[in-house]
């Protein structure tokens, strides 16, 4: 049913002391026989027509902690009677308490997927799922799906689409806006609860390294990371003050990710250690980012984050992501070298994962680079392709964009989609709510300038002095400025408008009495401004060349 408990369980393994786990693990053989037995009779197909349904085949998928079934459309999950110091399954009360928390926090995210939770009677030869007498074992059972519909699955083999990623970014939101807040009084979120386990990655990593530049390289890292969070220190208190840090997911890659039903699905999340799941959102979403990245997708990572942060509005959240994304690459990176240190281990699969753990450190050191600060902001008529050409842009550059009609609403605590009737000049769209919302980019804008990411904003600008708010913003920050020029004829520009408003699915509201009135009152790019001007035409289907163009102008690599 699922694989991806194995890279969760090897990340916790290597949260204790090894040599304290092999004795855990010892010490709890005397249950794995009546488990074994119990399990051997759970993968004969008899056994299922009691719980209700035909089994035509039963397949067992093993962890360290747990052993799941498939069978037919079903799976049960069952957990080891293990105690392994991080978590202790050894009492049959544990056991269903734990699987009672599992579909909890679960049916979060997945409520389609997590069924209920079964008590197993009879005896461990001949069991009875369901009932039957008092019960021996407990297994949660779920919905069986393919492995192929994991996130991580499709990454690999191309079939994962700007449209999951868009949906993924919409649920995300809605499930964190959902989550219960840490409270005050609870350690979750303090500054030295987020430093300890940052600082267990280096104290394992280092002993299992040899090579000179993987040390010095891991020395570098650490000093990096201790650096930024004492910097990050009273942002750390802000957020959780903020309600920032909250029961989350805890283990949220592509492999804990599949596309139930056409919806891209989050599940097993972390049940049995709290300290892991109560966490900021933004180290959540940082792990999702550093995983496209891995999985080299820097154009569907930035647009996942683009699009949570629209969906959120936590542009704040952006100064401590680069510390939580380096820190999730490092944690990858701790678990392969774990894994290449592993008696036993064959010498094409150590080579493997020794390349996997370079690969990780070598993506914390890219990360941790902040990149040269600039802003480019958007120009043009409604219906000339703003968004669809900043969207290109953001993805190339790896750039946080603001876009003007999001912002507008949010300022009215109204939702990008939703409609508010109001006509030129009126309501959200009076000449004293445009200036309001310009001067909230220019907020936002210095948030993102103080993160150190690259910074688009998609708004109209027809104006000079609202142009000349940023190049301001611009200069104060020692940033690259450019402004990006999207054209079109007012016949493209008309017919665009129209169909916009027939659609009625985007943030922006403005018709052809708005465009009307743009081509009336506009006021052009003057002598100096051209100078820091790029035209975009969105007729064309790719903005690539002018985007790497735009990238060369402003000193950025592109993502």
């Not at 085949?57 to 957990?79: F, M, N, P, W």
Request: charged residues 25%; glycine residues 6%.
């Amino acid at each position: 049913m699922t694989t991806g408990v194995l890279w969760t369980l090897q990340f916790f393994l290597s949260e204790i002391d090894l040599h304290t786990t092999r004795n855990l693990v010892s010490e709890n053989r005397t249950g794995s026989a009546r488990l074994d037995k119990l399990i051997a009779a759970l993968r004969d197909p008899e056994t299922y027509r009691h719980a209700g349904h035909a089994v035509g085949r039963v397949e067992l998928l093993q962890t360290h902690i747990s052993c799941v079934l498939l069978a037919g459309d079903y799976a049960y999950k069952i957990k080891k009677p293990v105690n392994l110091g991080f978590l202790d399954f050894s009492a049959l009360d544990a056991r269903r308490r734990y699987c009672d928390e599992e579909l909890r926090l679960n049916r979060r995210t997945a409520p389609g997927l997590y069924l209920g939770v079964v008590a197993i009677g009879g005896s461990e030869s001949a069991p009875l799922i369901g009932g039957g007498g008092p019960a021996i074992e407990y297994a949660l059972r779920m919905r069986r799906f393919e492995q192929d519909d994991l996130l991580d699955r499709m990454a690999h083999r191309g079939a994962l689409t700007p449209a999951h990623i868009d949906a993924l970014a919409r649920s995300l939101a809605a499930f964190h806006a959902g989550i219960d807040r840490a409270g005050s009084g609870d350690a979750f979120g303090d500054p030295a609860q987020i430093l300890i386990p940052v600082l267990q990655n280096f104290e394992q990593l280092l002993p299992l390294l040899s090579a000179k530049a993987d040390i010095a390289l891991l020395a570098r890292l650490r000093d990096w990371s201790a650096r930024e969070h004492a910097a990050l220190a009273p942002i750390f208190r802000t957020r959780k003050r903020d309600g920032r840090v909250r029961e989350c997911h805890g283990d949220l890659h592509l492999g804990n990710i599949a596309l139930l039903d056409a919806v891209p699905t989050p599940f097993d999340c972390i049940e049995f250690n709290a300290e892991f799941r109560w966490t900021d959102v933004m180290n959540e979403i940082a792990f999702l980012v550093m995983d496209l990245l891995d999985h080299r997708l820097p154009r569907l990572a930035f647009r996942f984050l683009n699009a949570y942060l629209e969906q959120t509005g936590d542009y704040a959240g952006l100064r401590v992501l680069r510390f939580y994304l380096v820190y999730r690459a490092l944690v990858r990176a701790k678990v392969s070298c774990l894994r290449a240190h592993q008696p036993g281990i064959a010498a094409r699969e150590k080579s493997e994962v020794e390349h996997e753990y370079r690969r990780h450190l070598h993506l914390a050191e890219h990360l941790a680079a902040a990149a040269e600060p600039a802003i480019v902001i958007m120009h043009g008529l409604s219906g000339s392709g703003k968004t669809t050409i900043s969207q290109g842009l953001l993805e190339t550059l790896g750039a946080v964009r603001l876009r003007s009609d999001v912002e507008r609403k949010r300022l009215h605590g109204l939702s990008a989609q939703a409609r508010s009737g109001a006509a030129l000049n009126t309501g959200l769209y009076a000449p004293e709510s445009s200036e309001r919302t310009y001067a909230h980019l220019a907020e936002l804008a210095r948030a993102v300038l103080d993160a150190r990411y690259p910074l688009i904003v998609d708004a109209a600008f027809l104006k000079r002095e609202q142009r000349a708010l940023f190049a301001g913003l611009a200069r104060e920050a020692r940033a690259g400025f450019l402004i990006a020029t999207c054209t079109a004829t007012a016949h493209t520009l008309r017919a665009r408008v129209l169909a916009r408003e027939r659609e009625a699915r985007d943030a922006s509201e403005a018709g052809l009495a708005v465009l009307e009135y743009q081509l009336d009152n506009a006021q052009p790019l003057a002598p100096d401004e051209l100078a820091h001007a790029m035209q975009f035409d969105a007729a064309r289907e790719s903005v690539a060349p002018e985007a790497a163009a735009l990238a060369r102008r402003l000193g950025l690599e592109p993502a």
